[in-house]
């Protein structure tokens, strides 16, 4: 079978509809939206891990309220087995803590995570709309301060 991922809006419902409607050997992602907030995407993302389902909750920068949060929301991932995350910056217009981009997030997730956690990044860094993709991706990566290994 086609193995396959599907990405899910965390609204009332969602895991019973999905529970009943796809298959355990599917991948859920579960985006982090402004107006939803990071609570609904792990509540959602928690109880479909409970379910069976593989899930990739999105870890929305601008909607992590503070490094104690982050640290609950990834012991909470942890002890729910789920094993990646999706860094990004998000679309809210402000932060509502400390975190503006998916950098920023990434790095604390390493830190508190100690690389145990697969992390996915978005490839679109902001600048993208003044500079060609490659350049702009390429800066980026340059400027971070990667931890090594």
Same mark, same amino acid.
């Given at each position: 079978?086609?193995?396959?991922?599907?990405?899910?809006?965390?609204?009332?419902?969602?895991?019973?509809?999905?529970?009943?409607?796809?298959?355990?050997?599917?991948?859920?992602?579960?985006?982090? !939206?402004?107006?939803?907030?990071?609570?609904?995407?792990?509540?959602?993302?928690?109880?479909?891990?409970? !379910?069976?389902?593989?899930?990739?909750?999105? !870890?929305?920068?601008?909607?992590?309220?503070?490094?104690?949060q982050l640290q609950g929301i990834l012991r909470n991932r942890e002890n729910a087995g789920?094993?990646?995350?999706?860094?990004?910056?998000?679309?809210?217009?402000?932060?509502?803590?400390?975190?503006?981009?998916?950098?920023?997030?990434?790095?604390?997730?390493?830190?508190?995570?100690?690389?145990?956690?697969?992390?996915?990044?978005?490839?679109?860094?902001?600048?993208?709309?003044?500079?060609?993709?490659?350049?702009?991706?390429?800066?980026?990566?340059?400027?971070?301060?990667?931890?090594?290994?």
């Amino acid at each position: 079978m086609l193995p396959t991922r599907v990405e899910i809006v965390p609204t009332d419902g969602i895991v019973d509809a999905v529970g009943k409607a796809v298959p355990t050997d599917t991948t859920i992602s579960i985006p982090c !939206l402004p107006h939803h907030g990071i609570v609904p995407t792990l509540r959602a993302a928690v109880q479909l891990s409970e !379910l069976g389902y593989t899930v990739v909750p999105h !870890l929305a920068a601008k909607c992590v309220e503070s490094e104690q949060q982050l640290q609950g929301i990834l012991r909470n991932r942890e002890n729910a087995g789920i094993t990646e995350v999706f860094a990004i910056g998000g679309d809210a217009t402000q932060s509502t803590g400390p975190y503006a981009t998916g950098g920023e997030l990434l790095r604390d997730i390493v830190d508190i995570t100690s690389g145990r956690v697969r992390v996915g990044v978005a490839g679109y860094p902001r600048d993208t709309r003044t500079s060609p993709v490659s350049n702009s991706w390429r800066r980026w990566w340059r400027s971070r301060n990667w931890p090594a290994g």
